[in-house]
């Protein structure tokens, strides 16, 4: 486990993280613009002198005032990713890589030199300077070097911030893949919801300077109480199993512990596990099941909670689907008209699902 209590006063801003999350797969810090997403990470780092309070772990005490430990970032085992690639542009890609490849002793390396080549798909860009590479290309390579330094942590601050969509898909799937075959933990640094819903199993929400909450993604996002729940832009992410393809209607069935929905995606692996996430905004209710509309995704639900939105108009109806919670968004007129409340009996009717990593 990471457990951290810090604090730190900068001029107009003051950052108080307490958090417990696990030294295990990726832990997403997300927040908007100014909640101190960097602060918390430079601070983690040992980059910010000013950070007062404790830091440990896996058991190691990293910074403890009241034991006055600190240890220099050198001496905390990170890999750190920023949000430009910061290349040594007078050296060759291959030679980025060596630097921190050669300062790891060799008995101390967990990351062997084929294996994070392999994972990154960099192997071409070996020989090839960095000013001649592609701004997605550019960020493989950097968080290739990362790597190569078998961290203990590796930190990665908005890495996708300057790389276009297609582009963060691809670096996503070769960050998911490297998490999973190096069982290197990682605290990734974001703003955008997709970028975390494709990647994190644990989620830590920041909002000026405070943690406001912290859990596993599935169950943090489902909370209705959350303002992140009430963007825009807010939902659920759950995984399903590629169950059955429709060949007529280009159909694939995606089975999970609530039923099962049909996205529009034939190229997966039947058997194959995916990220679902599904918006609050594409799900409407209805208390009998209905046959005649162009909604294919109808699954009975009970209410589990009505929480109130910054719009006055909306509410958020938080479902229970055999285990599986989604949020729908609702007027308040139709939560009146439907007489909607704890413990109702419903259909959730998905109109969209995304399939996210």
Not at 175 to 200: F, G, K, N, T, W
Not at 245 to 274: C, K, M, N, Q, W
Not at 329 to 342: G, I, K
Request: charged share 20%; with cysteine; hydrophobic share 50%.
């Amino acid at each position: 486990m990471i457990h951290a209590n810090l604090r730190l006063d900068v001029p107009g801003f003051c950052l108080r993280a307490a958090l417990a999350i696990p030294a295990s797969g990726v832990t997403a810090i997300f927040g908007p613009s100014g909640a101190g997403k960097t602060l918390l990470l430079r601070a983690i780092a040992g980059l910010e002198p000013g950070a007062r309070g404790r830091l440990e772990v896996n058991g190691s005490s990293w910074q403890d005032d009241a034991g006055r430990i600190f240890l220099r970032t050198d001496e905390r085992g990170l890999g750190y990713v920023f949000q430009e690639p910061s290349l040594y542009n007078h050296q060759s890609v291959r030679r980025n890589l060596l630097f921190g490849y050669e300062r790891t002793p060799a008995a101390l390396r967990t990351v062997h030199w084929e294996q994070a080549i392999a994972l990154l798909d960099i192997g071409a860009l070996l020989d090839r300077a960095p000013a001649t590479l592609s701004g997605g290309e550019r960020q493989r390579v950097a968080i290739a070097r990362a790597l190569l330094a078998s961290p203990r942590l590796l930190l990665l601050d908005e890495p996708l911030a300057a790389v276009d969509a297609a582009r963060k898909r691809e670096i996503l799937a070769f960050l998911s893949a490297a998490q999973r075959e190096l069982a290197i933990p990682m605290l990734y640094v974001s703003h955008h919801m997709e970028e975390v819903a494709a990647l994190a199993q644990h989620i830590v929400l920041l909002q000026k300077g405070a943690v406001l909450a912290s859990g596993p993604l599935t169950q943090t996002l489902a909370r209705a109480d959350l303002p992140i729940a009430q963007d825009d832009d807010g939902g659920v992410v759950f995984d399903a199993i590629a169950a059955e393809h429709d060949a007529r209607y280009h159909l694939t069935a995606l089975d999970f512990p609530g039923g099962r929905i049909l996205v529009p995606r034939e190229s997966l692996s039947l058997g194959a596990s995916v990220r679902v996430r599904i918006r609050a905004r594409d799900v409407s209710v209805a208390l009998r099941q209905h046959d005649d509309t162009s909604i294919l995704n109808r699954l009975p639900a009970t209410v589990v909670e009505v929480a109130m939105t910054a719009n006055p108009a909306n509410v958020l109806v938080r479902l229970d689907l055999a285990g599986t919670a989604v949020l729908a968004r609702v007027t308040r007129r139709s939560l009146d008209h439907l007489q909607l409340a704890p413990g109702s009996r419903v259909w959730a009717q998905v109109k969209s699902a995304a399939l996210v990593g």
